[in-house]
């Protein structure tokens, strides 16, 4: 266990951030999150989980290292979680370099704010399953080599091998989570899931007639970020830091996913789902499949939530914020 219950979220006003937030409040937490500010309404997920007020809010950004320091020092941190990133893996190759500051040198500047300001700290990295890219194995997990194929992933590479460096440099307590696809109703509008449920949802309500995707043919190990938050808590509470695999163990193609999402409202995705050109990347991760068997032996930790109930969860999200 790490000595104090105060948390540093960076990316607190994300998908993961809103739920880890709600998580580490419920076990009694201060919960401090980075905040940079920006004139768009970014609150609406810890508004829609009722902890906007509960959180407070240290104004920094992940590219300036002065305000890493003082959020480290105002928060008196003993637990630090790097969620904040430039997190859209397509927008990645219009913004490469803004891509690798945020995801790459970012991380690397929230470690060396934990380890100027206290280096007894525990950090929690957020890597990604698109590090793997394009290695296939029969089910990836900690030993399966790397090879981004995309700006995100080459930055989020960084990231983590800068975490296994400082673990091992000034022996920090310092953890990467190798989570794979995770969603929820709090899932942006730019994702493969989220489109979609919010499409069928519309497409049902009748204010919309077609979904446009790019390749459905490509397959992800999709759980509940719900689930996978607690992973990332019990990474920081083991008695040293390591790298896990956060996966269900199941893949699905988009195609199959789409049909689970318009199933589920009495519609067949035939009749709706057009193929736009302009939604292919330049280069394309096919099939990701993770194996967790290390974070369930070692966390005790295992994913509660299927595709099915996921995708079908975040249908009737959509249609409840359609209806009004
Ligand atoms: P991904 O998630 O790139 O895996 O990264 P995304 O939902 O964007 O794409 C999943 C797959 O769906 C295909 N696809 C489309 N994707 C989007 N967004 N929009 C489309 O219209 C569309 N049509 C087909 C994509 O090509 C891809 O194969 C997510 C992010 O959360 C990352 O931050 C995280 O690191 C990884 O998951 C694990």
Redesign the pocket.
């Known amino acids: 266990m790490s000595n104090n219950k105060s948390a540093l979220i960076t990316g607190v006003t994300g998908q993961d951030g809103a739920y880890l937030s709600q998580l580490l409040l419920g076990k009694g937490y201060d919960v401090y999150g980075l905040l940079a500010r920006r004139s768009t309404d970014t609150l609406w997920r810890l508004r829609e989980l009722g902890i906007d007020k509960d959180v407070r809010f240290i104004d920094g950004d992940l590219c300036d290292l002065s305000s890493l320091i003082r959020a480290m020092e105002t928060s008196k941190a003993g637990e630090v979680y790097n969620l904040g990133?430039q997190?859209?893996?397509?927008s990645s190759w219009q913004q490469p370099i803004l891509t690798a500051q945020v995801d790459g040198v970012g991380a690397l500047n929230v470690l060396e704010a934990v380890r100027i300001v206290n280096s007894s700290a525990h950090f929690y990295q957020a890597s990604?399953?698109?590090m793997f890219g394009l290695i296939q194995a029969e089910k990836q997990d900690e030993t399966t080599p790397f090879y981004p194929r995309s700006p995100?992933g080459v930055a989020?590479l960084m990231a983590h091998w800068a975490t296994v460096n400082y673990r091992e440099s000034f022996k920090m307590h310092a953890s990467s989570g190798i989570?794979?696809?995770h969603e929820s109703p709090l899932r942006g509008i730019?994702?493969?899931?989220r489109?979609v449920t919010d499409a069928v949802a519309a497409i049902k309500l009748g204010q919309q007639k077609e979904l446009?995707?790019?390749?459905?043919d490509?397959k992800?190990d999709w759980g509940f970020a719900g689930d996978y938050v607690e992973a990332m808590w019990l990474m920081t509470q083991q008695a040293e830091g390591d790298d896990y695999v956060v996966a269900t163990g199941i893949t699905t193609t988009?195609r199959d996913m789409c049909e689970i999402a318009f199933k589920h409202v009495g519609l067949n995705y035939r009749d709706h789902l057009v193929i736009d050109e302009r939604?292919?990347?330049p280069a394309?991760?096919d099939v990701?499949l993770g194996n967790p068997d290390k974070a369930r032996a070692r966390l005790g930790w295992s994913p509660k939530t299927s595709v099915e109930q996921l995708i079908t969860m975040m249908v009737d999200a959509d249609l409840r914020r359609r209806k009004g």
Do not use: D, M, P, W
Request: aromatic share 18%.
């Open positions: 990133a997190s859209f893996v397509g990604t399953s698109e995100y989020k989570l794979f696809n730019e994702f493969v899931t489109k446009r995707l790019g390749n459905i490509s992800r988009v939604f292919f990347r394309e991760v990701l």
